[in-house]
């Protein structure tokens, strides 16, 4: 993907009122780069950022009234018009503020390509709630048929990083709709896929935003919650009971790999950590964790 360009920025004849001709017009030496009447242009429905709060497109039209759009925003062709790529809330913001064309560069792109530009764009920006990343990570392997291994390198992030942010969309939707609200974090939504039971997820995410946990403490619940009954501890075959550094260990186990865990000491000094997973692709999720491909 091409660097983001810096064409366009001062220009002094971008504030409403500009002609309500249809034609796109090119300025002179950037033959990419055209004014383009708002109404030709239409927002991607596969674009990552799915959420736009009115106060954000209130003030930045306000700012565009006072001095003209700064950055193009990027388009495609599509039939007789424009599909955006990235700069959606600034067409919006433009809108609003009763722009009649908008600066844009047009970039000749396939579907696939318009989205990963998109994506890029909008990460690079921090616009993005985690699950908008997610599912825009998602829709760009259905799209493309590639993995996450692909996406971590069109994206410049670790695969384990995809990896965790595709697991967030196995969440059941009430506690997403938290999570792209900005009420529940990635972090502290993330040790909830251990569980298995959907409505005690969608109970503990509920108590998480009105309590006001740290990911960190959450960590520690969902890894008391997932502890064995200790009734009968004294497990057969020369295990000892466990005492309470072992129970720790297993505690900071279960937040590592988000999976359950268990210690299993020994009297003669051997035993075993066991890690249980929920599926294969939990399985390389945290194969990939211990550094194993």
Do not use: C
Request: positive net charge; glycine residues 8%; charged residues 30%.
């Amino acid at each position: 993907m091409a660097k983001k360009s810096g064409l366009g920025r001062g220009l002094s004849n971008l504030i409403p009122g500009a002609s309500g001709s249809a034609a796109p017009t090119a300025t002179e030496g950037h033959p990419d780069y055209h004014e383009l009447a708002i109404d030709r242009i239409s927002p991607n429905p596969d674009q990552p950022r799915k959420k736009f709060r009115e106060q954000e497109i209130e003030e930045l039209a306000s700012t565009l009234l006072s001095v003209g759009l700064i950055e193009p925003i990027v388009v495609r062709r599509k039939g007789d018009g424009y599909e955006i790529i990235s700069g959606e809330r600034r067409w919006r913001a433009a809108q609003q503020a009763g722009f009649r064309k908008i600066p844009a560069v047009v970039k000749q792109v396939n579907e696939s390509q318009a989205l990963e530009m998109a994506i890029i764009e909008n990460v690079q920006r921090e616009d993005l709630t985690v699950i908008e990343e997610a599912r825009a990570y998602e829709a760009l392997m259905n799209l493309s048929g590639i993995k996450a291994a692909d996406v971590a390198k069109k994206v410049g992030r670790d695969r384990a990083t995809i990896t965790n942010l595709l697991r967030l969309l196995k969440l059941p939707d009430e506690v997403l709709e938290l999570i792209e609200d900005r009420k529940l974090s990635g972090g502290a939504a993330r040790p909830l896929l251990s569980l298995g039971d959907k409505r005690t997820v969608i109970k503990l995410a509920n108590k998480i935003v009105e309590e006001g946990w740290s990911a960190r403490k959450v960590e520690e619940e969902v890894a008391r919650m997932m502890e064995p009954s200790t009734s009968g501890s004294s497990a057969s075959g020369g295990s000892a009971p466990k005492d309470a550094s072992t129970r720790k260990l297993e505690e900071r186990l279960r937040a590592r790999f988000t999976a359950r865990a268990e210690v299993k000491h020994k009297k003669n000094g051997s035993g075993q950590v066991t890690l249980h997973y929920a599926n294969l692709d939990d399985l390389d999720r945290i194969l990939e964790l211990l550094g194993i491909k």
